[in-house]
């Protein structure tokens, strides 16, 4: 398995995976809008997304946003979007990818990634947790719908 920085050119390989993910938020398949959104991103280098591939197949996605933590002044990475398609669960694909965001948010000198999982999604939980991933106990984080 190898994982590497997605580029643009990694697109159309990214968005379907990105598909995959927002069906299984149960949210209607649109490769169109995926492919727009993600393009989006990679050419006003709003995120990093890392891929994995098993061979010249992607399997798997990794998807960061850049903050600031203004009491540290330094760089925080929200840990927004991970995804390995079902075949290759639990063989260690994402581990793989946790990783490869965890090394690269060392190289940009930040002070720490953050991530909010659902409450029913036990086994994203356990995977955080495996890795050193706490909950949170000092903040309370509020949502405004909007």
Same mark, same amino acid.
């Given at each position: 398995?190898?994982? #590497?920085?997605?580029?643009?050119?990694?697109?159309?390989?990214? !968005?379907?995976?990105?598909?995959? $993910?927002?069906?299984?938020?149960?949210?209607?398949?649109?490769?169109?809008?995926?492919?727009?959104?993600?393009?989006?991103?990679?050419?006003?280098?709003?995120?990093?997304?890392?891929?994995?591939?098993? *061979?010249?197949?992607?399997? *798997?996605?990794?998807?960061?946003?850049? !903050?600031? &933590?203004?009491? !540290?002044?330094?760089? #925080?990475?929200?840990?927004?979007?991970?995804?390995?398609?079902?075949?290759?669960?639990?063989? *260690?694909?994402?581990?793989?990818?946790?990783?490869?965001?965890?090394?690269?948010?060392?190289?940009?000198?930040?002070?720490?990634?953050?991530?909010?999982?659902?409450? &029913?999604?036990?086994?994203?939980?356990?995977? $955080?947790?495996?890795? *050193?991933?706490?909950?949170?106990?000092?903040?309370?984080?509020?949502?405004?719908?909007?």
């Amino acid at each position: 398995m190898e994982i #590497v920085l997605a580029r643009l050119e990694h697109l159309e390989e990214v !968005s379907k995976l990105f598909d995959q $993910y927002r069906i299984f938020y149960q949210q209607p398949s649109n490769l169109e809008a995926v492919t727009k959104f993600l393009q989006q991103r990679f050419q006003n280098n709003d995120s990093t997304i890392f891929l994995a591939s098993n *061979g010249e197949y992607k399997v *798997g996605f990794i998807q960061l946003y850049p !903050s600031f &933590s203004s009491v !540290s002044m330094k760089r #925080v990475w929200i840990l927004n979007d991970l995804f390995v398609e079902e075949a290759y669960r639990k063989k *260690g694909v994402a581990k793989l990818l946790i990783s490869a965001a965890e090394k690269f948010a060392r190289e940009t000198e930040a002070v720490r990634i953050i991530l909010a999982t659902q409450v &029913s999604n036990v086994a994203a939980q356990s995977l $955080y947790e495996s890795l *050193g991933y706490t909950k949170d106990e000092d903040f309370f984080h509020y949502v405004l719908r909007i």
